[in-house]
T-cell receptor, first 114, second 112 residues
Framework: ETGVTQSPTHLIKTRGQQVTLRCSSQ?????VSWYQQALGQGPQFIFQ???????GRGNFPPRFSGLQFPNYSSELNVNALELDDSALYLC?????????????FGEGSWLTVV | GESVGLHLPTLSVQEGDNSIINCAYS??????FIWYKQESGKGPQFIID?????DKRQGQRVTVLLNKTVKHLSLQIAATQPGDSAVYFC???????????FGSGTQLTVLP
């Protein structure tokens, strides 16, 4: 077990709706990243949060937003859902520092947009 | 653009044999590489990592080799077991950025 927990594990939404996914990082980890993994593909970086601020963003539109809380937990919000948003959303936590700090993933939240 | 990719999408090995999964990367600025194992319906599981100042690193039944000259990374699994069946991803990280860039993955199937 990685100590990274995500909720919900599965959910179905309708196109145009909004969704919030949640993540609790491994104890002591102050950095949380979110990834989108489409079926049959590798995870794609969405953004990272460090000390409650966005600390890097991938090629995703502004309707993908996030939050990090003082306890380092995080939320991913997606507005105006599109069918292509159907994917596994992964949260990863790590300890900020020089490259080489191990990055651990949760089991993910499966989102289906219909 | 720069990316991390895998040579083979699928690999089948006999139980007990050694497995070698290869990965090519094109970003010479990458300084940290990680191998993840992902079983069906689960999140990526950390296997082993290596920094760019190393050529080889060994773990329990796994070895990662890094050849910076040809920008190649490999994962060797000794005495492959049925539980090793999964998709394996290599990922790269640059110290100036916190994101991981993943390849498309290799499906490893262990045959009885």
């Amino acid at each position: 077990e990685t100590g990274v927990t995500q909720s919900p594990t599965h959910l179905i939404k309708t196109r145009g709706q909004q969704v919030t996914l949640r993540c609790s990082s491994q104890s002591g980890h102050n950095t949380v990243s979110w990834y989108q993994q489409a079926l049959g593909q590798g995870p794609q970086f969405i953004f990272q949060y460090y000390r409650e601020e966005e600390n890097g963003r991938g090629n995703f539109p502004p309707r993908f937003s996030g939050l990090q809380f003082p306890n380092y937990s995080s939320e991913l919000n997606v507005n105006a859902l599109e069918l292509d948003d159907s994917a596994l959303y992964l949260c990863a936590s790590s300890l900020a520092g020089p490259a080489g700090n191990t990055i651990y993933f949760g089991e993910g939240s499966w989102l289906t947009v219909v | 653009g720069e990316s991390v990719g895998l040579h083979l999408p699928t690999l089948s090995v006999q139980e007990g044999d050694n497995s070698i999964i290869n990965c090519a990367y094109s970003n010479s600025a990458s300084d940290y590489f990680i191998w993840y194992k992902q079983e069906s319906g689960k999140g990526p599981q950390f296997i082993i990592d290596i920094r760019s100042n190393m050529d080889k690193r060994q773990g329990q039944r796994v070895t990662v080799l890094l050849n910076k000259t040809v920008k190649h990374l490999s994962l060797q699994i000794a005495a492959t077991q049925p539980g090793d069946s999964a998709v394996y991803f290599c990922a790269e990280n640059k110290s100036s950025a916190r994101q991981l860039t993943f390849g498309s993955g290799t499906q490893l199937t262990v045959l009885p």
